[in-house]
């Protein structure tokens, strides 16, 4: 009669786990042979019959808790929706450039908060601003960890307890549960709304401004639209009158493009430039959206402004990290070098012209021998450029469940996120940046 004194012990196992022990370490193995142990007992007093696994299963049992254990959760994937800045997919793939500035970074010391020439002490804020103000003719910029700390911080070091005057068109969600108004409670501004959802007027600023006033701030609609029976002043028209009574403004932009995208047969996005040009006095926007860089919050503009912020304590909470300054910085170059359309990958996906997404598209149906080419669109996402679409060919699969196969999709060793439409499941090759890889799962989850 088997019983379960017959089971080998721990130490018996843990010397037939040399293997596992070098690949995880003993004490997580010595977890695992114990939780293998232990659904072993519990296994045989419900079934006795089924007998006990021989000591090589134990191991295989083990390492499979070992393996579930170690898994990443944070892992590649391929890119099929034809959303460029997919916020769920992490926005914005980087550069080549600005990866290998952020793998050196990451691997040996840095001058991250270092002066080679004194050879003392310097700060972290001087690495990307120098290229900052040649972009975009900013006095100067401080970098932090995303837009959403940029703002709070903005609010914080130049409104604290002070009134804050904005529209309520603009008082938006951006999602993830970032809304202005709860941000402006965040940093203790005082929020005064003007205006109407759908209309707003220069009156309605200028009367706001018979009380003192610590800012003007406007937050750019990234991810809705009015329209309709509306109106609005131009962004230098509140300069102007929110300058005459003395108050500086704050443009969050959200994306922060610094190009237009209107050329590549997007909608326009407001630019970073044109808000500077304005007259604003501080510019904000996210690293990671229409830039193409790492996640990064970008504040620019008048150095009174910037100094003020970069005082204030929770700068700190909030600064960059030498990895993001790194990646950054390189990102920035490529738009100083005039190559971002080259370099920087969101670009270089919203370049691509239809007639190379109708060749890529031939060319995996060619390969894959079923599927049909279809004309579709692709979206920026990402809170930039709400409901603008743009043309783009997809390859679409007719497949008997189109939803079990996204399944067997996002189950492969590669996952490929793709999306279904009239039952068909779509791939854009617009946000494909490895086809071959791409082919290769599709073929082996068709053949399967
Ligand atoms: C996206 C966005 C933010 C938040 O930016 P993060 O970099 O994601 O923190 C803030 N404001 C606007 C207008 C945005 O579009």
Not at 263 to 282: C, I, K, M, R
Request: proline share 5%.
């Amino acid at each position: 009669m088997t019983s379960l004194r017959d089971l080998p012990s721990v130490e018996q196992l843990l010397q037939g786990a040399t293997q596992l022990i070098e690949t995880y370490g003993r004490p997580l193995t010595l977890d695992a042979l114990r939780l293998a142990l232990d659904e072993i007992r519990t296994r045989f007093r419900a079934t006795p019959e089924a007998g006990l696994p021989s000591p090589d299963a134990i191991l295989a049992q083990a390492a499979s808790h070992l393996l579930a254990w170690t898994k990443p959760t944070l892992l590649p994937v391929i890119n099929a929706t034809g959303v460029i800045l997919h916020t769920n997919l992490g926005r914005a793939p980087l550069s080549r450039a600005a990866v290998a500035a952020m793998k050196e970074a990451a691997e040996d010391y840095s001058t991250l908060e270092y002066d080679l020439e004194k050879g003392q002490r310097g700060s972290r804020l001087t690495h990307a601003e120098a290229t900052l103000q040649k972009l975009t003719g900013a006095e100067a910029a401080v970098i932090v960890n995303n837009n959403a700390s940029a703002v709070l911080l903005a609010l914080a070091a130049l409104a604290h307890k002070k009134r804050v005057v904005i529209s309520r068109s603009q008082l938006v969600e951006i999602g993830g549960g970032f809304r202005v108004p709860d941000v402006m409670k965040q940093s203790q501004a005082k929020l005064v709304e003007v205006g109407t959802t759908n209309k707003i007027r220069l009156s309605d600023y200028q009367s706001a401004f018979e009380e003192p006033t610590a800012l003007v701030m406007r937050a750019h609609r990234s991810n809705f639209k009015i329209i309709g029976f509306t109106e609005e002043p131009e962004l230098g028209e509140i300069v102007e009158v929110a300058h005459q009574a003395g108050v500086p403004v704050l443009d969050d932009l959200g994306s922060g493009a610094l190009l237009d995208t209107a050329n590549y047969g997007f909608a326009h996005e407001p630019t970073v430039q044109e808000s500077l040009a304005a007259g604003v006095d501080l510019v904000c926007f996210s690293g990671d959206k229409l830039l193409g860089g790492p996640q990064a919050g970008i504040l620019l503009g008048k150095k009174d402004l910037i100094d003020k912020v970069r005082k204030h304590p929770l700068a700190r909470a909030v600064r960059a990290d030498k990895i993001c300054l790194a990646g950054l910085t390189a990102t920035l170059l490529h738009y100083l070098k005039d190559e971002p359309e080259r370099e920087i990958p969101i670009w270089r996906m919203m370049s691509l012209t239809l007639d190379q997404l109708k060749v890529r598209a031939e060319t995996w149906r060619a390969e894959l021998g079923q599927g049909e080419v279809l004309k579709s669109e692709s979206t920026v996402g990402g809170g930039s450029l709400p409901e603008e679409c743009v043309s783009t060919y997809v390859l679409a699969l007719n497949v008997g469940s189109p939803d079990k196969f996204l399944k067997k999709l996002r189950q492969a060793s590669s996952p490929v996120i793709a999306r279904t439409e009239n039952d068909k499941v779509l791939l854009d090759p617009r946000t494909v940046l490895n086809d071959a890889l791409l082919l290769r799962v599709l073929k082996g989850v068709l053949s399967s």
